[in-house]
């Protein structure tokens, strides 16, 4: 057998479930279609506070790279067009920068957690390790491309403790939720997932 298979079989049966899983659920169109029908839904909930890290962490770590980056960013746009529609965004200059500021930030937490180290992709343990880091860093690194932005364009004065206190537990509540959702998923094609016979029992040689 080839290489691959010989190390895809060396590998516990726990391990090539889980991978399965997450496979599985990362090119789901259901998955992609649900975060970004939720992200879609928590532009109506919120306004300027939408949880872009915590669907940017969620999306890049569960979902396939192109579909991580479509899904942050149409609800990056969807939060852009009800804010110039809905709630009446003034337009200038300042405010269409912003919006690209918001953007480029979504942006780079999306890929951030999109890189999925080999540790996330072979376990439970190792893939909400990387959750918990690609959020974390993540959420530092949104709010570093705010405040630098804040600089330049102004309107920096949002940056307190608790605005940011708030801001970080309204993402990690998202993220906890949506993270949960995608354990029960993966949990469910864990349990009903049968590994191949020519990888457990007779390989091809």
């Not at 975060?35 to 999306?59: D, E, H, K, Q, R």
């Not at 909400?128 to 690194?141: D, H, K, M, N, T």
């Amino acid at each position: 057998m080839s290489y691959i298979e010989s190390n895809i079989a060396d590998q516990p049966s726990t391990v090539l479930n889980w991978h399965q899983g997450w496979e599985t659920i990362a090119t789901s169109r259901l998955w992609f279609f649900l975060l970004v029908g939720l992200g879609t839904m928590s532009n109506v909930v919120y306004t300027c506070t939408v949880p872009l890290v915590g669907f940017g962490a969620i999306a890049g770590s569960t979902l396939i790279r192109r579909r991580a980056i479509a899904t942050a960013m149409t609800m990056w746009l969807v939060n852009q067009m009800l804010g110039f529609t809905l709630h009446h965004y003034p337009l200038t200059l300042s405010t269409f920068a912003w919006g690209f500021v918001l953007g480029l930030g979504t942006l780079l937490v999306t890929l951030l957690a999109s890189m999925n180290p080999p540790f996330a992709q072979n376990q439970t343990i190792g893939h909400y390790q990387w959750l918990g880091i690609a959020f974390a860093v993540g959420f530092i690194l949104y709010e570093l491309v705010i405040w630098l932005a804040g600089l330049a364009l102004g309107g920096g004065e949002g940056f307190t403790l608790p605005i940011l206190g708030g801001i970080l537990m309204g993402n990690a509540v998202w993220a906890i939720a949506l993270s949960s959702i995608h354990a029960l998923w993966v949990w469910g094609v864990v349990k009903h997932s049968v590994l191949p016979s020519r990888l457990s029992t007779n390989p091809v040689k």
